[in-house]
């Protein structure tokens, strides 16, 4: 293995850690800082505040994304808002208690230190966006206004209208383009990672290709932080946008780094289901409709194709309310999300394929009044009308719960560095904050706070190490890179056979979905594992990539994505078959309690799982990372 | 559903570009304008031809990304809303629909539906930011904003950057984007520091970029798929004007 | 910013001009009077007019100059381009200007420097050689052509000030949100307003209910 495995806690009480570590970092001089040069690949929220913070520091970045601007990045989509444990509300909330909720909503599957850490920093990112101009709501005193979400007890989140990812992404593109204005980074838009280059055992830079000339280039640097989101779109349905993708992370692994828990991923019950084959996303409908809505199916299987109208109140099936009656149509993303494909399984699902729950708000239409409603929920009832064409005040909406989240990613230390030294990950990336379930509202918070302030403090702790050590793009290793990326994409060209890149992503993500998705079970996941190799098998030989490489051609870079999602889908249905236990989002239906709730075991599997790759055709090794619980005390969720 | 297409083609940005003619059957209205426009790709690809280019990539109108005139129309016909938030029954059966680039001289065309809009980006670069740096922040809640005013910055603050304010002024202007930027800086108090020299900076970039000039015809605002007023571009001359007076006078 | 400021100037001109000659309708005496009295000013009657000129010209000259940045600023035009809000005056203002250019050229020869029609000179002047503005007027519009291109001259000088009226409180930063969409009615309501003021008087000549005060 490359580099070492240590997940490189600092000694001391929880609340000391990250201060009496900043106390005992290594640091770089101000005037050294512009002999370092920094890749930063991705512009979301990690990413983006990383490359303006340590460009604003004096630092030489390079920041790199594949859209077109740096403001696209996929953050912008979050909708909620972002949590922080400033009790501005005086309801008891705290930094314990957020990070208590975090590391409880996760299920135990994540670092109390590196939680405790993102709690404490929560409140500094506040600051900082509201310094930036970020304009969150605001109460009519002006001081700034709070909501509960996701089912907390207290009101710690802020937000901004419904987009408060945009309003976020947005204050820290404009802290980047002052840096770009200002010359401290160089921004490469439109230019996609392919390959990692590690010299002499360490991270020291990448290659990449130029989307819109086709030009393949190498970069090399002091250090390579990646920002690069989560892997998503695996599923090919998700409400991730469609160029999100897993290469950049995975191309690191084939390398090397360590992958942690690839087979977290959080599915959100509330989305508007799949209309049909032709369906390219999937769009979510903020959670906070479940406030008001309640969730039915028909008792019976034969009333499916009715009219909900016509279906009378006693032949309705209030499953969650029947389930779970104190949380009720409140019960926690991954809850209602299993019950819905239950109630689907057993064939009473609604709508075209019979995917389908209704949400109904005719009781809250009849309590409140439509006026009430739509001062409520106006925006998302539009959006769900523009989909659907149907009427939400009129017949209930129909939803389904859709891929949204992944919690795995590239394994980090402390200092989110990777097992390669040298090899930064942050944000959605990285595996470490958020265990086996992320809570609402934690994603912003987590990518800022790797972004903004973890990271600028815990680079100098190995840049300090690295003065003179840039190896030159001539070196062996970027040239062996760039040959193995540009023998990839000529691979990828000549195949030129007659299957389009979407059926194969489509069949692999129902594949997944059916198998490695909501719940799993050990029969499934190795009729996937069987599967999945005969796919990509079928895919080397029939896909067909139109164009050629040296031109915009968003066939061929498509085709790079989806090559590794062939390959990364296996790594996630091992890890899914080797956690034998069910943790948060993960449910393998052999462990449940006897209600049907997720059973942990915490005995044999309290541990991040870390794959190493060890070669084409060869199983990877898996590494586990012990979890210590110094400070809280492990306990079964329960939301009856 | 059926629908006969006349879609822009052009290989780069030098070649020139003409309108061809597609056709699509048995379209679900269900289905999205961009998931229609995949569906003729898919088309194309097993008949050997090259499929058309064109950009998108959240597809529920946040990225502002998609960047098509349809009919005529920035973002197609359903307005307020992007086109990736355009679906198909939203068209007559049968009808014909013409697929363009967003046209403006500053969005040079790179492939046959997509443009290049990095001009915009620049004139964010010139200005549109709040120099605040990472560590240096005070207690959010030290400084109060007026909600009537948070609001009002939230309202310009919601601009996605797609440009299509640009791709259907007559004039070719960007000055609906170049305001909601302004607006929302100067609205709030963290912005004022840099008030005057932010607006300077963004409208000597914007003008330099090669936009054309506002002529008061909102049509920009028609069809913003954030809807973000034209009353912003009033915003943008009056801090234009003070700033250029605060100027004059030594300030 | 200089449009809308000479456009402001133009426009509270226009309001003056029609004022002067809706006194056609009270009588022979107050419209001749008022014209002597302008014409007493004297210099200073020639310093606004220089004024109105240096505002006409530096309001072409300008615009002109904004037209061809904003053709450049689009050098591929549509195949196909549907407004939805821009309405047909203000994308057509430059067009709309120069047509009203052209009439006001007109209007200068007919009635100020008296060129176009022989029979103004037939006009007796009174006693202290006051010009009879009045039946020069009413002689003037007798022709249907000649009222016929005002009416057109005018309409599309209403064109342009229905855009105008209401757009250079935007161009100058005075409005906002709520106050936009009145100020659009408001000025297309003032604009038709001058221009029902303004046809008035041909069509009121021509329908008969004006006659000249002396034979020619």
Redesign the interface.
């Known amino acids: 293995m490359i580099g070492t495995f240590d997940a490189k806690i600092p000694p001391g009480p929880l609340a000391q850690k990250w201060r009496s570590h900043l106390d005992h970092s290594r640091l770089v001089s101000p005037n050294n800082r512009r002999k370092f040069e920094i890749i930063v690949v991705g512009s979301g929220l990690a990413g983006g505040?990383a490359a303006?913070?340590l460009g604003?520091l004096g630092y030489r970045v390079r920041c790199f994304c594949f859209?077109?601007?740096?403001?696209?990045a996929?953050s912008?989509?979050a909708q909620g808002g972002i949590n922080a444990a400033?009790n501005?509300q005086n309801d008891g909330d705290s930094i314990y208690r957020l990070f208590y909720d975090t590391i409880k909503g996760g299920d135990f599957r994540s670092r109390e230190a590196n939680v405790y850490r993102l709690a404490e920093i929560a409140n500094?990112i506040?600051?900082?966006?509201?310094?930036?101009?970020v304009?969150?709501?605001?109460?009519?005193?002006?001081?700034?206004a709070n909501r509960s979400f996701g089912g907390a007890q207290v009101s710690r989140t802020f937000y901004?209208?419904g987009?408060t990812g945009?309003?976020l992404l947005?204050g820290c593109?404009?802290?980047l383009?002052?840096q770009?204005?200002a010359g401290t980074v160089q921004?490469f838009?439109q230019t996609e990672m392919l390959d990692l280059v590690i010299v002499d055992g360490q991270a020291k830079g990448i290659v990449t290709r130029n989307l819109?000339s086709g030009k393949i280039d190498r970069h090399a640097a002091d250090t390579v932080v990646l920002a690069t989101g989560g892997y998503g779109n695996v599923f090919y349905l998700s409400?991730n946008?469609?160029?999100c993708n897993v290469t950049a992370t995975y191309r690191a692994y084939k390398r090397g780094a360590l992958f942690a828990n690839p087979s977290f991923t959080q599915i959100h019950p509330t989305c508007i289901p799949v209309?049909?084959e032709?369906?390219?996303?999937l769009?979510?409908m903020s959670e906070s409709l479940r406030n008001d809505g309640r969730v039915w199916v028909p008792k019976r299987k034969e009333d499916r194709e009715k009219a909900p109208g016509e279906i009378p109140e006693t032949d309705r099936d209030y499953y969650l309310e029947r389930k779970y009656p104190s949380y009720g149509n409140l019960a926690p993303r991954d809850i209602s999300s299993r019950a819905a494909k239950e109630v689907c399984d057993e064939g009473r699902g609604v709508g075209p394929g019979g995917r389908g729950v209704y949400l109904d708000f005719a009781d809250a239409i009849k309590r409140l009044g439509e006026d009430r409603i739509r001062e409520r929920y106006g925006n998302l009832f539009e959006?769900y009308e523009?989909?659907?064409?149907e009427d939400a005040y009129k017949v209930p909406m129909r939803i389904y719960p859709a891929v949204h989240y992944t919690m795995g990613g590239l394994w980090v230390d402390y200092d989110l560095m990777n097992n390669v030294p040298g090899l930064f990950v942050i944000g959605e990336a990285n595996f470490s904050d958020h265990g086996a379930n992320r809570l609402g509202a934690s994603a912003l918070m987590q990518g800022l706070a790797d972004g903004?302030?973890v990271l600028?403090n815990t680079l100098p702790n190995y840049l300090a190490g690295q003065t003179g050590k840039r190896p030159s793009p001539g070196a062996p290793e970027f040239q062996e890179a760039e040959e193995n990326v540009q023998a990839r994409v000529e691979k990828l060209l000549r195949v030129n056979g007659?299957r389009?890149l979407?059926s194969f992503h489509r069949e692999l993500g129902l594949l997944l979905w059916e198998k490695c998705g909501m719940s799993r079970h050990e029969k499934g996941l190795r009729e996937a594992l069987q599967k999945i190799p005969e796919l990509r098998e079928q895919f080397w030989r029939d896909v067909?990539v139109?164009?050629n490489e040296e031109?915009?051609n968003?066939?061929l870079e498509r085709a790079g994505r989806v090559a590794d999602f062939l390959e990364f889908a296996e790594l996630m249905c091992m890890d899914a078959l080797e956690r034998d236990e069910s943790a948060g989002a993960h449910f393998r239906e052999e462990h449940q309690t006897p209600d049907g709730e997720a059973l942990r075991d915490d005995e044999r599997h309290a541990a991040v799982f870390a794959w190493e790759f060890q070669g084409d055709g060869q199983l990877p090794k898996l590494q586990r990372e012990p979890l210590h619980f110094e400070t809280v005390h492990l306990t079964q969720r329960s939301y009856k | 559903m059926n629908f006969q297409l006349r879609i822009w083609r052009q290989p780069n940005r030098k070649s020139p570009g003409k309108l061809v003619d597609y056709e699509v059957r048995d379209i679900s209205p269900n289905t999205s304008f961009l998931e229609m426009l995949d569906i003729l790709n898919e088309n194309l690809l097993r008949a050997g031809k090259e499929p058309i280019a064109f950009d998108s990539d959240c597809r529920e109108g946040i990225c502002g990304t998609c960047s098509l005139t349809v009919n005529g129309e920035a973002h197609g016909p359903d307005h307020p809303g992007a086109v990736c938030e355009l679906y198909m029954r939203k068209f007559r059966d049968g009808a014909t629909i013409t697929v363009e680039p967003f046209r403006v001289g500053s969005f040079p065309i790179v492939k046959d539906l997509v443009i290049d809009r990095s001009a915009l980006d620049r004139i964010v670069q010139a200005g549109g930011f709040i120099s605040a740096r990472a560590g240096s922040a005070p207690e959010a809640n030290s400084v109060t904003v007026p909600k009537h005013h948070a609001d009002l910055a939230m309202e310009a603050a919601a601009c996605i950057g797609c440009g299509a304010c640009a791709a259907a002024c007559p004039n070719g202007s960007a000055m609906l984007f170049t305001s909601a930027k302004v607006s929302h800086l100067a609205l709030l108090p963290q912005g004022h520091p840099e008030r005057e020299s932010r607006v300077l900076k963004m409208v000597q970039v914007m003008d330099a970029e090669g936009f054309g000039n506002c002529t008061n015809t909102y049509e920009c605002e028609a069809v913003c798929p954030a809807e973000i007023s034209a009353s912003f571009i009033a915003k943008l001359n009056r801090e234009y004007a003070r700033a250029r007076f605060r100027r004059s006078m030594g300030e | 910013m200089i449009v809308a400021i000479t456009g402001i100037i133009l426009i509270l001109f226009v309001i003056g001009h029609l004022l002067g000659n809706l006194q056609i309708f009270i009588g022979p005496d107050w419209i001749n009077g008022y014209s002597q009295h302008l014409r007493d000013l004297g210099p200073l009657l020639w310093a606004v007019r220089l004024f109105l000129l240096a505002a006409v010209i530096i309001h072409i000259w300008v615009t002109i100059q904004l037209a061809i940045e904003n053709r450049r600023a689009r050098p591929e035009a549509y195949m196909d381009k549907q407004y939805v809000k821009a309405t047909f005056a203000s994308r057509h203002m430059v067009m709309s200007g120069l047509i009203v250019l052209v009439f006001i050229i007109y209007h200068l020869a007919h009635f100020t420097v008296r060129v176009t029609d022989n029979r103004f000179t037939l006009l007796r002047a009174d006693p202290l050689g006051h010009y009879d503005v009045y039946s020069m007027m009413v002689y003037g519009f007798q022709n249907y052509l000649v009222s016929g291109f005002y009416v057109l001259g005018l309409f599309l000088l209403a064109l342009h000030l229905s855009h105008g009226s209401s757009s250079f409180f935007q161009s100058l930063g005075l409005n906002d949100k709520k106050l936009t969409p009145r100020l659009a009615l408001g000025g297309r309501i003032f604009t038709w307003l001058l221009f029902a003021g303004y046809t008035s008087i041909p069509v009121a000549i021509l329908l008969g209910l004006i006659k000249p005060a002396q034979q020619l």
């Open positions: 505040s303006a913070t604003e859209q077109d601007s740096a403001r696209r996929h912008i989509a400033k501005y500094n506040i600051d900082q966006c509201v310094a930036q101009g304009p969150f709501a605001r109460e009519y005193s002006g001081y700034l901004a209208r987009q945009q309003q947005l593109y404009q802290a383009c002052r770009i204005a921004m838009p819109r409400t946008a469609r160029g209309s049909g032709h369906q390219s996303k769009t979510l959006v523009k989909i659907t064409g903004y302030f600028p007659t389009s979407d067909r139109p164009g031109d915009f968003q066939s």
